[in-house]
């Protein structure tokens, strides 16, 4: 798919002709209509709320209908802190959302498990299970940070290509769209991580 | 000439079946030459709730729950004519009073009869 000129397609604009590609209309569509999932963790999901609610109003930018079904669910918004009795059903809706899927990691705990990162029942970050598309840090984050979130993500949105080697990752058959659900173990989570997502940072001792 | 009066019926029925089924089948062509489906084990299950569902939806419930039912109904339906009968007590003839007495009896024979027979006992 050839990108289209930038001065002819202005040119053509001013002679009242749009000119765009199915890539741009696809994306443009998606990205004005993403479907958050409608689920909250804790306190981030007041902010989430407020978000949605008339004064900071979502709907501005497309994101006002929160599904209460994963299956209908385009974003998985997820607010809070992430206890490992929480983290395996997150993966099991996260599994059960249609492609494509998209995830915000809301304010410090979704991150890293935040203030209660030492805690022995806090997953220290949803990313270590799910792929993240943008991080919010904040405890809890303001909604427009959660707007700009939002809008970083339409922008993501927006740059998916539909084809070449570089297209988006639900459009890959090789690319999973489920990912493995953690068991309870006897003192953690098993496993503690996806090892295809996360890798926890090494630290290298020098002597 | 008017047109004829089915006409906007036959109109308003095409408009009805395209407007649907033409998103659906723009997203059926879609998802043929784009999009690769990727079914799996959570995707396909029934519940969408995050728990995996435990046993079997196709259950049998005690016929005791029965009983309770109608003893329900029999307070129910007393609480239901009692209200209004108490708001217009003081304006009621003797007649009425009579009748409300007669239906409160009939009721409470209900009750007494359900509880002479053991049906308030839950058996396990």
Same mark, same amino acid.
């Given at each position: 798919m050839d990108e289209i000129d930038e001065n002819l397609r202005r040119e053509l604009q001013r002679q009242g002709v749009w000119v765009t590609s199915m890539q741009e209309l696809y994306n443009w569509g998606r990205k004005n209509s993403i479907w958050p999932l409608q689920f909250g963790l804790a306190c981030c999901a007041i902010?989430?709320?407020?978000?949605?609610?008339?004064?900071?109003?979502?709907?501005r930018f497309?994101?006002?209908?929160?599904?209460?079904?994963?299956?209908?669910?385009d974003l998985m918004i997820v607010a809070g802190t992430v206890t490992k009795k929480m983290a395996p059903q997150i993966v099991r809706l996260y599994n059960q959302m249609a492609d494509p899927k998209y995830v915000i990691s809301m304010g410090a705990c979704a991150i890293s498990g935040g203030p209660f990162k030492q805690g022995y029942n806090v997953l220290k &970050?949803? *990313?270590?299970?799910?792929?993240?598309?943008?991080?919010? +840090?904040?405890?809890? @984050?303001? =909604?427009?940070a959660l707007l !700009?979130?939002?809008?970083?993500?339409?922008?993501?949105?927006?740059?998916?290509?539909?084809? &070449?080697? *570089?297209?988006?990752?639900h459009l890959k058959p090789e690319q +999973?769209?489920?990912? @493995?659900? =953690?068991?309870?173990?006897? !003192?953690?989570?098993?496993p503690p991580a996806n090892p295809d997502l996360f890798q926890p940072p090494k630290i290298e001792r020098r002597s | 000439m008017t047109p004829n009066p089915y006409l906007f019926i036959i109109i308003f029925v095409g408009v009805a079946l395209v407007f649907p089924v033409l998103p659906l089948g723009l997203a059926w062509l879609w998802r043929k030459f784009f999009q690769p489906p990727k079914p799996g084990p959570d995707k396909m299950s029934i519940y969408e709730c995050g728990v995996e569902?435990?046993?079997?939806?196709?259950?049998?419930?005690?016929?005791?729950?029965?009983?309770?039912a109608i003893i329900f109904l029999i307070f129910d339906v007393e609480a239901i004519f009692l209200v209004p009968f108490a708001v217009a007590f003081t304006g009621l003839?003797?007649?009425?009073?009579?009748?409300?007495?007669?239906?409160?009896?009939l009721l409470i024979e209900g009750l007494v009869w359900a509880w002479g027979k053991g049906c308030l006992n839950?058996?396990?």
């Open positions: 902010e989430m709320i407020a978000t949605a609610a008339s004064r900071y109003d979502i709907a497309g994101g006002e209908i929160f599904r209460p079904s994963p299956r209908q669910a &970050g949803i *990313d270590r299970y799910i792929p993240v598309d943008v991080y919010i +840090p904040g405890c809890p @984050p303001r =909604p427009e !700009h979130a939002f809008m970083e993500l339409q922008r993501k949105i927006d740059e998916q290509k539909l084809s &070449g080697v *570089d297209k988006a990752a +999973p769209s489920e990912f @493995p659900v =953690p068991k309870f173990g006897e !003192h953690d989570l098993e | 569902s435990i046993g079997d939806a196709q259950i049998q419930f005690r016929s005791q729950y029965y009983l309770y003839p003797v007649g009425a009073f009579i009748a409300i007495l007669v239906f409160l009896l839950w058996y396990q």
